[in-house]
């Protein structure tokens, strides 16, 4: 039978606020403990962290004196990028970032987990109030709108209790299937790179450009929403194919005609982070298109050397390790020019033996993909029954049996 239980607003029944502001001149080597959004979300996934800021015992005594500081109880809830990752104060020796991180104190007949839990049980609500382009925030006042339910003290306990056991289940189901999700990528990796790294007799060394007409940057003409034909950008590849969304477009004739692909074209992205730097990704015709100026196209010898052996061969360890000893950085950015491209070593044999390390390669990258995909389903199926759960916990529905039978219910999907 359905219990109707008063919603309130989080404004009703405690505080919502933030920390005061704390500027990178107030920085020490060590002190008290100084977490930004990517700690507080370790913290909130019962990870150990160690952070990389502080600051001094007496700015921390300060705030504490005139400002207050979390304790033993309040919640902290990331506002920024990530949102709704959710840490119970359990260590009060610490501060937060202003702004990035909200603090729920104060709270009165609300045990601390029960919030925690009909928090995350209207996370889709939570992300629906968030707001921002660029990226996602949650405003300080609209969360403070936000309504939960709010049944007596000894039915929260009651529900958190229950809810404790039940995520147990599930938890463990989940990282058992992400377990099986990495398992599965690093299988394909493995054996990539041991091709590239173990060879074969009569492999030849060459250079990328021993094997290559030339290499070629694509178009630095602003792209448009709307347009004739696709651009090509750097977001555009991923895991060694082109990815179709997010697509931006020109009407440039010239620009067309000049940076049209072809079939087989291997695009490389030259200028990104670190671990975007390096990435490969071949063309096989799926609609007319160009390529931006961040790319570069690879015009190989086609009497020498395969196009899906190339693209195997960038994405593999062996290359992407070789492209970080030699890419240039800057401040948030790195390089690899067309020069350094082609200097890169590469070891072949036979253009018939790659079409066939080629074939055995695309077979076992398949079987990973809809092994993948299998996880994925299996995950988000997990993840809904954590959602079902919830709804039932805060719709007064829960029952002593529930942990048992969604462990159950984890247990079988986990074994589909």
């Known amino acids: 039978m359905k219990r109707i239980w008063e919603m ?33 979300k370790e913290l909130a996934n019962g990870r150990t962290i160690s952070t990389e800021l502080y600051i001094s015992q007496d700015r921390f005594d300060e705030i504490k004196r005139k400002f207050g ?71 300080i006042e609209k969360l403070k709108k936000h309504k939960i339910p709010k049944p007596p003290l000894s039915e929260q306990k009651r529900i958190v209790a229950i809810l404790d056991e039940a995520f147990e289940g599930i938890d463990r189901a989940i990282a058992n299937t992400k377990k099986n999700l990495v398992n599965s990528r690093e299988l394909f990796e493995g054996y990539l790179n041991a091709i590239f790294t173990q060879k074969g ?81 071949i063309y096989k015709g799926e609609m007319p298109a160009i390529f931006a100026g961040y790319l570069i196209r690879i015009h190989r010898k086609e009497e020498l050397i395969d196009a899906d052996f190339l693209n195997f061969y960038l994405n593999s360890y062996t290359a992407r390790e070789y ?54 389903q299996k995950i988000s199926a997990l993840n809904e029954l954590k959602q079902s759960i919830l709804q039932k916990a805060f719709t007064g529905e829960l029952t002593a049996d529930t942990a048992n039978q969604t462990t159950k219910a984890a247990q079988e999907v986990n074994a589909a």
Request: glycine share 8%; hydrophobic share 35%; with cysteine.
């Open 69 to 139: 500081t979390p304790v033993i109880g309040d919640l902290l809830i990331t506002a920024i990028g990530t949102i709704g990752e959710i840490y119970v104060v359990d260590n009060i020796n610490f501060y937060f970032k202003d702004g990035n991180v909200l603090w729920l104190k104060d709270f009165r007949d609300i045990d601390p987990y029960f919030l925690k839990y009909s928090l995350i049980a209207f996370i889709d609500q939570l992300n629906g109030i968030s707001h921002g382009s660029a990226y996602q925030a949650l405003p």
């Open 323 to 376: 492209g970080k000893s030699i890419m240039s950085r800057s401040v948030n950015q790195a390089n690899i020019n067309g020069t350094k491209l082609k200097g890169y070593p590469i070891s072949l044999p036979s253009l018939s033996i790659q079409k066939q390390i080629v074939e055995n390669l695309s077979f076992l990258r398949t079987e990973t993909q809809r092994l993948e995909a299998i996880y994925r």
């Open 201 to 281: 007799d009569g492999w030849a060394e060459k250079t990328l450009g021993d094997v290559c007409e030339k290499v070629e940057y694509g178009s630095s003409t602003k792209s448009l929403v709307e347009g004739e034909i696709p651009v090509l950008r750097m977001g555009n590849i991923q895991n060694g194919a082109i990815d179709w969304g997010n697509l931006v477009y020109s009407i440039d004739k010239e620009e067309i005609n000049k940076y049209l692909l072809k079939h087989n074209d291997v695009l490389f992205n030259r200028t990104n982070s670190d671990e975007h730097v390096g990435k490969t990704a």
């Open 8 to 40: 309130v607003a989080l404004e009703q029944q405690g505080k919502i606020t933030s920390s005061k502001r704390i500027f990178k001149s107030e920085y020490v080597d060590t002190g008290v403990p100084f977490y930004r959004t990517k700690e507080i």
